[in-house]
Structures are given as C-alpha cells and as structure tokens.
Nanobody
Framework: VQLQASGGGLVQAGGSLRLSCASS????????MSWFRRAPGKERAFVAGITRSGGLSRYGDAVKGRFAISRDNARNTVSLQMYSLKPEDTAVYYC?????????????????WGQGTQVTVSS
C-alpha cells in the first residue's frame, strides 16, 4: 500500500485547510485510515481515524470539534477537514493505514505511512 498526502500549506489562525490522502496498491482487506501529526520537538501524535465503512471515527482531544475525517472508498482516499486552526496545530501531518477493524492511536500499530504534508498556522 502506498499513501500520498497532499493539501498542506500556510494558513492564518482561525482559518481552514483540507488534507487528502490517496492510497494505492492492495486495499481490499479491512483497514482503518488515520491521520497523525508531528509538531516541532514533539512525538508523532494521533489526530483522527476512521474505519473502512466510515461508520466509526475517533479524534484526538486536541482536535475534537474542529477537525472532521472522512473517506471515499471508491477513490481510496481519506480526507481531514480542519477548521478553526490554531498555531499549535502547526505540524507535519501523516496519513497511515492499519490492517485491522479498530482505530488505534498508537503509531506502532500502523502498517503503512505516507510521506507527510506540512501545515503551518500563523498567529
């Protein structure tokens, strides 16, 4: 499975941004897709995840109520709509695939990773 993230950029605080991640390769088995981020000087952290059916999603505490994850299985893509962005949202955002039915917040439990896309929020 190959993952290609896009949509990052520079935005002012309070603004919005939409990230997308396209997956290719063998995607027929059940899997969840998630977004993580690594802020400068910090560990990679869970942002949001969604099950294959799209029926269940999960969010990190820092983004609840501001971010929304969705997926389009026909296009093998997962998106992250980010609203009310804050300077502390500045990070490299990564999409990841976990070959399991449940959403995990643990980086080591993911099987494939995209290359990351930079999001910078100015104050």
């Amino acid at each position: 499975v190959q993952l290609q993230a896009s949509g990052g950029g520079l935005v002012q605080a309070g603004g919005s941004l939409r990230l997308s991640c396209a997956s290719s390769g063998r995607t027929d088995s059940p899997y969840t897709m998630s977004w993580f981020r690594r802020a400068p000087g910090k560990e990679r952290a869970f942002v949001a995840g969604i099950t294959r059916s799209g029926g269940l999603s999960r969010y990190g505490d820092a983004v609840k109520g501001r971010f929304a994850i969705s997926r389009d299985n026909a296009r093998n893509t997962v998106s992250l709509q980010m609203y009310s962005l804050k300077p502390e949202d500045t990070a490299v955002y990564y999409c990841a695939v976990r070959r399991a039915l449940d959403i995990s917040t643990v980086t080591s439990e993911y099987d494939y990773w995209g290359q990351g896309t930079q999001v910078t929020v100015s104050s």
